[in-house]
């Protein structure tokens, strides 16, 4: 293109956002340059969006970011399950669940644990982050219109507070700008799903007496059912600051205007049920549930990423969570493109991942809501058709069918009915904690950047042939060798056998992609290495 442009930059991100920032942290770690525009001036004030399940939090772990993140969110450390009650001063109250993990029973899965973040909390650390690795992120800065060809995307964004223009041209863009975004509009991507699903006015509340109503009982959230004033009431600081989720109709003429602070006061005052409460009412915003998912991912070099792709119903944090999984799906495939490992069509692979992952997990959203009776919601039979259950297999056990994947069952569904997390293609990679050195890590540690196989220690023919195909390739392959003795790069604990928690033999291997996911297994030995080795890796890179 000989067009006249102020920047030139690897990728464009629409967006500022969990989503964008995320995906501005990730692509930045990958040495990947970027410019990231957020129409609004600052990080968002509203604390919404907190719930960050174990997937997430090993994606921040990997990226650096996990204990600040925790470090940022310990007023809400202590607060675990979900309580449902008539009021919070009678007799009718049931805790769905009061453990997000009783017993403890995750850590056998995952060297991360579910953190309550709000989003007021989350971004700004994010944010930090982000720049530190090198991201250039403007707020105040809008996207005016974007020209997508078959080498780039030209875009014209606008300071917001200075009213100047610039041209941006850049490789890649991704909107990750909200359910209503203007980038999927402009391609022209429908959406399909249930629809809308009911609608909230978010009410922010200072109240010193309600710590005193809740005693000992640390949630996050409680559902009030009272019919004469249901709500959901979510703490933010356990101790005067507070959030409740007020039922919105506006299809029968409510508007915004007529929460009234006095309003507002006095439902959440009934819901409690505490006549006398002090209230003071600080702040008020709709926000929208519905289940829709895009009928695709990406048009040319444009991608959905987020809320832009999806939409999905609040219960269970699950819309957050899969968007910034998007980010980092979406992050190593870019930035293998970019440095030449891999050919265009890697970046097909995103949505053959990330779609169905979504269209699962959105149906599940729904149902959560049902079964959690959220106020505003009456879900009908025929909506939220996810599978009932615990919440893991859906947080942690999902898989990619299809994709960059080798090896995989074509039966097999996305979301499996339970935990399997033993080295299949497609699945999240085992976790075990392994000594390197005199470093305690988790296998999860050993993947952010780079393709890894992971061999026993006593065969040394993988690790050869790996060193071999990376040359060939051109790429890097980074292969360690587990066991015990001289040779060992890593040292499971506990006596743990890597090979059959990976569903390997000693003379098998297994390809972990940069994103922690399976890509391929040898479940035992294979004629020739290196031949075999090397067209697995040309075909996960789609290197025609």
Request: aromatic share 6%; hydrophobic share 40%; proline share 5%.
């Amino acid at each position: 293109m000989n067009e006249n442009v102020d920047v030139r930059v690897p990728v464009l991100i629409v967006g500022g956002s969990l989503v964008g920032l995320s995906a501005s942290l990730f692509l930045g770690r990958l040495g990947v340059g970027h410019l990231l525009v957020e129409k609004h001036a600052a990080t968002s004030t509203h604390p919404r969006g907190r719930g960050n399940n174990v997937r997430t939090m090993e994606i921040f772990r990997g990226a650096g970011v996990e204990e600040p993140i925790r470090a940022a969110a310990t007023v809400l450390a202590e607060n675990h399950g979900i309580l449902q009650a008539g009021s919070l001063t009678g007799d009718d109250q049931e805790w769905l669940f009061k453990e997000i993990d009783p017993g403890g029973a995750l850590a056998r899965f995952s060297p991360s644990g579910w953190c309550l973040c709000s989003q007021n909390d989350l971004e700004p650390v994010l944010l930090d982050r982000a720049r530190e690795q090198g991201g250039d992120l403007r707020f105040s800065t809008e996207l005016m219109s974007f020209d997508a060809d078959g080498s780039g995307v030209t875009a014209a964004v606008k300071n917001r507070e200075t009213g100047e223009h610039t041209t941006v041209r850049a490789d890649y863009l991704i909107a990750a700008d909200g359910p209503r975004s203007p980038v999927r509009e402009q391609l022209r991507i429908g959406r399909s799903g249930a629809g809308d699903l009911f609608h909230n006015v978010s009410i922010t509340f200072r109240s010193h007496r309600l710590a005193e109503v809740l005693g000992d009982r640390r949630f996050i959230v409680c559902y009030l059912t009272n019919p004469e004033a249901d709500g959901a009431l979510l703490p933010v600081d356990n101790a005067s600051e507070w959030v409740f989720h007020a039922p919105w109709q506006p299809d029968r003429g409510e508007t915004l205007e007529d929460f009234t602070d006095e309003r507002c006061a006095d439902h959440i005052r009934r819901a409690v049920g505490a006549p006398d409460l002090d209230v003071e009412i600080t702040g008020r915003a709709p926000w929208h549930a519905a289940e829709r998912v895009a009928d695709r991912y990406s048009r040319g070099r444009v991608f959905l990423a987020g809320d832009s792709a999806h939409e999905m119903s609040p219960t269970g944090a699950f819309g957050s969570n899969t968007g910034i999984q998007d980010a980092h799906n979406l992050a190593w495939k870019l930035a293998a493109v970019l440095r030449g490992d891999a050919g265009p069509r890697l970046l097909d692979t995103y949505e053959a991942e990330r779609l169905p992952v979504a269209r699962a997990t959105s149906e599940r959203a729904s149902a959560r809501s049902g079964e959690h009776s959220h106020p505003g919601y009456a879900a009908p039979p025929t909506v939220g058709g996810g599978r009932r259950g615990g919440m893991l297999n859906v947080a942690l056990g999902y898989r990619y069918v299809d994709g960059a994947v080798l090896g995989v069952g074509p039966d097999r569904p996305v979301v499996p009915e339970g935990v399997r997390l033993t080295g299949e293609p497609g699945s999240r990679a085992p976790h075990l904690w392994l000594r390197r050195g005199g470093e305690r890590i988790s296998t999860l540690d050993l993947y952010e950047r780079d393709f890894v196989l992971l061999a026993d220690v006593s065969d040394t023919v993988w690790r050869a042939a790996a060193a071999r195909v990376a040359e060939r390739l051109g790429v890097r392959l980074d292969a360690y060798g587990i066991g015990t003795g001289p040779g060992a790069d890593l040292e499971p604990e506990a006596g743990a056998d890597w090979a059959e928690a990976h569903g390997t033999d000693r003379e098998g291997a297994v390809v972990v992609r940069p994103d922690g996911f399976v890509a391929w297994r040898a479940e035992s030995a294979v004629g020739n290495t290196e031949q075999a080795l090397y067209e697995v890796m040309a075909a996960l890179l789609r290197r025609d």
